[in-house]
C-alpha cells in the first residue's frame, strides 16, 4: 500500500490547493471544477512516477530541484493546452495553469515543512 501513497497523497494534495484556488479566483461552474480535477489526475500521477524514477532509481539526486522544475514547466504547458481547448471560465488558461501549479507547488513544500 506504501507503494500506492506515493500517488495517492500528492494527487489529493495537489487537488486540494488547485481546485480551491480556482474557486477563490471565481472559478463555479462545475464543468471547468470537473476539468481542473481531471487534468491534475492525468498529469500528477505521471510527474510524481517520473520525478521518482529520474531523482531516486537514476540517482539524479544533485539536481532535484531543476529536474523537477523541468517537469512542472512540462505540466504548465500540458495543463494550458488542455484549459485552452476545453475551458469555459473566462480567464487566461495559461495564467490559470501557472498560478494552480505555482499554489500547488508552494502548498506541497509548506506540508513537507510541517
Given amino acids: 500500500m506504501s507503494e500506492l501513497s506515493i500517488f ?8 486540494l490547493f488547485e ?3 480556482a474557486w477563490c479566483l471565481g472559478m463555479r461552474n462545475r ?4 476539468l481542473v480535477v481531471l487534468v491534475n489526475i492525468l498529469t500528477n500521477p505521471p510527474l510524481v512516477l517520473l520525478s521518482h524514477f529520474l531523482m531516486y532509481y537514476l540517482g539524479i539526486g544533485r539536481g532535484q530541484l531543476i529536474t523537477y522544475l523541468i517537469l512542472e514547466v512540462l505540466v504548465v504547458y500540458i495543463e494550458y493546452r488542455i484549459y485552452k481547448a476545453c475551458l ?6 495559461f ?3 501557472l498560478i494552480l501549479n505555482g499554489i500547488s507547488i508552494l502548498g506541497g ?3 513537507q515543512l510541517f
Fill in 8 to 15: 495517492v497523497k500528492p494527487l489529493l494534495l495537489t487537488l
Fill in 19 to 21: 481546485v480551491g484556488t
Fill in 31 to 34: 464543468k471547468d471544477l470537473l
Fill in 109 to 111: 513544500l509548506l506540508c
Fill in 95 to 97: 495564467k490559470l495553469s
Fill in 88 to 93: 469555459l471560465f473566462e480567464f487566461d488558461p
